[in-house]
């Protein structure tokens, strides 16, 4: 079935740091993919997605490329400030025609930015 | 702006309580879902809607049932709350799952 694979965590980096999380996936079709984002004591707001084979897909600075033939969509930022520090959740839905708009969720990552 | 409201940020319920969570959504989204959030097991789908009076069952949905009487609203009802729900539970909407998910602000059961 389909699923979701992120780098465990926590990752620490200093203000100004780059930033890769990475996340790989299994599907069938073609999924759409995304990465939302999770702050202290809220819910997850959608952060970035893509649709398509070489989407790239950008919010807030961060970045993520849709890369079908090494079935990944890693999430990058130049430059991190002590503000992203929360937990990121990569995710899918299906694709092919049996896409039921489920999404299925990697197990999160938590970045935790030090001044 | 578009929004999930969970009806509670944090709730605290005694065991064998019944415990109604309610979530609305005011996006006219077909799709609604209930998620609990524990960690170190990330998000567990509970139980999912595609349509009014209509529910499926997710992951894990012992325990839990739910009911939706209209588009906008989707509650979440533990029939007798035990220690072990006890968690953060996260209601979402969507109009397709091309698009993605939005997000309630959670709420945080506490059962004692």
């Known amino acids: 079935g389909n699923s979701v694979t992120q780098m465990e965590g926590p990752v620490t980096l200093s203000e100004e740091a780059f930033l890769t999380i990475n996340c790989t996936y299994t599907?069938?079709?073609?999924?759409?993919l995304f990465w939302y984002v999770q702050y202290p004591g809220e819910g997850l707001q959608l952060l970035l997605k893509a649709t398509k084979a070489d989407d790239k897909g950008s919010n807030k600075g961060f970045e993520a490329t849709y890369r079908k033939e090494t079935t990944s969509f890693h999430l990058e930022k130049g430059s991190v400030q002590v503000s992203d520090s929360a937990v990121y959740f990569c995710?899918?839905?299906?694709?092919?025609?049996?896409?039921?708009?489920?999404?299925?969720f990697g197990q999160g990552t938590t970045l935790q930015v030090k001044p | 702006d578009v929004k999930v409201t969970q009806s509670s940020r944090y709730l605290v319920k005694r065991t064998g309580e019944k415990v109604f969570l309610e979530c609305v959504q005011d996006?006219?989204?077909?799709?609604m879902f209930w998620y609990r959030q524990d960690p170190g097991l990330g998000l567990r789908l509970i139980y999912f809607s595609y349509d009014v009076k209509m529910k499926e069952k997710g992951d894990i949905p012992e325990g839990y049932s739910v009911s939706r009487e209209k588009k906008e609203r989707f509650s979440l009802i533990l029939e007798s709350a035990s220690t072990n729900q006890t968690s953060m539970y996260l209601c979402?909407?969507?109009?397709?799952?091309?698009?993605?998910?939005?997000f309630g602000s959670g709420t945080r059961l506490t059962v004692v």
């Open positions: 979402a909407s969507s109009f397709s799952g091309y698009y993605g998910y939005t």
């Open positions: 995710a899918l839905t299906g694709g092919g025609s049996s896409n039921t708009g489920k999404l299925i």
């Open positions: 996006m006219d989204h077909e799709n």
């Open positions: 599907a069938t079709g073609y999924p759409s």
